[in-house]
């Protein structure tokens, strides 16, 4: 099973709300990713979290904040968000972190909407 | 200068057709190499590893040439389900970082 899910599917939030993504995954996998993705564009890696610990952070602004309770779960904390933020959000997985060349699985993203 | 190129298509060929995709990549570190498949407003699929023997799986054959960073993906027997945007993606030597390419989409018509 290479299953990993997200949820909600969709959101549509104000800039004044908080609000979280939840991302999890049951395959024993030690490290999860969080992507942006705009339409018509490759996704944009975001955070790495390795062994439970952010390893990369690609420059992503406050109002974005990852957390990763577990080895199964990651959270991405919303705040104070703006229109263009509007996008998909994707999770993913895999096996081995820091370059061991493992397939990351996606899961089937949040689609964002920010008013 | 990009770090993975594609050409973006669309590519437009009638089912049974084959169609080949060409990648580009820029970092000679580069350590593992994929092609995913998205279809619309969905997430990226992994459709199958590059080795560099090449590989084949079912209609679907992947090259990889190290010494010109030439990636390909041939499609035999075009599908109408085959309709999808297509990633090259890249994996770089001690990093956690995909790089994908652009993407290229392809329309299979009946």
């Known amino acids: 099973d290479t299953e990993v899910t997200q949820t909600p599917k969709h959101l549509v939030m104000g800039m004044t709300n908080k609000k979280s993504l939840k991302c999890e995954q049951h395959m024993g996998h030690r490290a999860m990713y969080w992507y942006k993705q705009k339409a018509k564009k490759p996704p944009e890696l975001m955070f790495v979290y390795s062994y439970e610990k952010l390893s990369i952070n690609e420059s992503v602004p406050s109002r974005f904040s990852p957390e990763c309770p577990n080895s199964s779960l990651l959270n991405l904390h919303l705040h104070a968000l703006q229109p263009e933020d509007s996008a998909l959000y994707l999770c993913a997985s895999s096996l081995a972190p820091a370059g061991g060349g493992d397939t990351q699985y996606f899961g089937p993203g949040t689609r964002l909407t920010v008013l | 200068r990009k770090e993975v190129e594609q050409d973006p298509g669309p590519f437009n060929v009638p089912e049974g057709a084959t169609v080949a995709f060409n990648c580009t990549y820029s970092n000679s570190a580069s350590q593992s190499f994929f092609w995913y498949r998205q279809d619309c407003r969905k997430e990226p699929k992994l459709l199958m590893s590059?080795?560099?023997s090449g590989n084949e799986d079912g209609r679907f054959t992947a090259q990889l040439n190290r010494a010109s960073q030439y990636i390909s993906l041939l499609i035999r027997d075009s599908k109408l389900s085959d309709s999808a945007t297509y990633l090259c993606v890249v994996l770089t030597f001690n990093t956690d970082k995909l790089i994908f390419g652009t993407g290229t989409r392809l329309q299979v018509f009946p």
């Open positions: 590059v080795y560099s």
